[in-house]
């Protein structure tokens, strides 16, 4: 089975755990590593020969226009990770429209071709948020990837569907592409990726993945590219479980992505999407039912 390999473009100083130590107005006083990373897992892909989907940050597009273009020159697809990673449910939806219209445009100036899929910051569409999703669809997506079924204290929307599904808005429709979840009776185990990749002892990955393959669903793979960066500049006066989601297993997590690329076979979202027959739909209101 083919599963999307995906990679969320933001440096290590824009992620959500942060934001109350570091203001985004002073994001340009910090040393920059979202290249050399971004880089080091486009060399691993281009060795094993495996394109993806990179949800590049508008924030990194306006700063570094020509790794944008790398990456769209190799064959990866280019899709939306919004512009500067807040947070959906944070935001008025004319404000999240305007700032998803500029960098949906700002990636198709820099690459010449239609963006068709989006990822929200810290997958913050929730029961919250499902206006969002309408809002996509003007701006013009395809598809979204930013619906976790189950329960986080940051996102999620439990009892969502696990698979991909057809969400029905009123002018239209979207391709929901929800993060993979191991079905554990009547909970889930969050693996696909991330912080829970850098977690979970490869072995326990390497068989969850197996069996959501075995369940005939592709496995929804993200990682950030500060996630192969153990050298990273340290964030000082953050608390013990926000020095440990971010920090742990930094050292390792780029030779587990090796064993993983060697393990699995993986695809751009786009093209596994084409492939897929997908028949499950939902409206917003019974979405926004298991939102609540």
């Known amino acids: 089975m083919i599963n999307p390999l995906t990679v969320d473009v933001e440096d290590y100083f824009q992620v959500e755990a942060f934001k109350q130590h ?103 569409i929730t029961g919250e948020s499902l206006w969002a999703l309408e809002l996509l669809v003007e701006a013009g ?62 072995w326990f990955c390497r068989w969850a993945y197996q069996k959501i393959n075995a369940a005939a669903r592709p496995v929804m793979f993200y990682i950030h590219p500060w996630e192969v960066d153990p050298q990273q500049p340290k964030i000082d006066g953050i608390n013990l479980a926000t020095r440990f989601r971010h920090y742990v297993n930094l050292s390792r997590c780029e030779h587990k992505l090796h064993l993983l690329v060697d393990d699995f076979k993986f695809g751009r979202v786009s093209d596994l999407l084409d492939q897929m027959a997908i028949t499950d739909r939902l409206n917003l209101t019974e979405l926004r039912r298991l939102g609540c």
């Open 141 to 202: 997506f395809k598809y979204d990837s930013s619906i976790y079924p189950g329960r986080h204290d940051r996102y999620g929307i439990p009892g969502s569907p696990t698979q991909p599904y057809i969400i029905n808005t009123v002018e239209s429709e979207l391709v929901e592409f929800p993060i993979s979840v191991l079905p554990l009776g009547k909970a889930v185990l969050p693996v696909a990726g991330g912080g829970y990749f850098r977690l979970f002892p490869y």
């Open 22 to 124: 570091i203001d985004r107005t002073t994001w340009n006083d910090f040393p920059v590593r979202v290249e050399q990373n971004t880089s080091l897992i486009l060399d691993l892909l281009a060795q094993k020969n495996i394109k993806g989907t990179f949800f590049v940050l508008g924030w990194i597009a306006e700063k570094f226009p020509e790794l944008v273009k790398k990456i769209h020159n190799q064959g990866h697809e280019i899709a939306s990770h919004g512009y500067d990673h807040k947070l959906i449910y944070t935001q008025k939806p004319a404000q999240f429209l305007e700032e998803t219209r500029k960098s949906k445009h700002l990636l198709e100036q820099l690459i010449g071709e239609e963006v068709c899929g989006y990822r929200a910051a810290t997958f913050s």
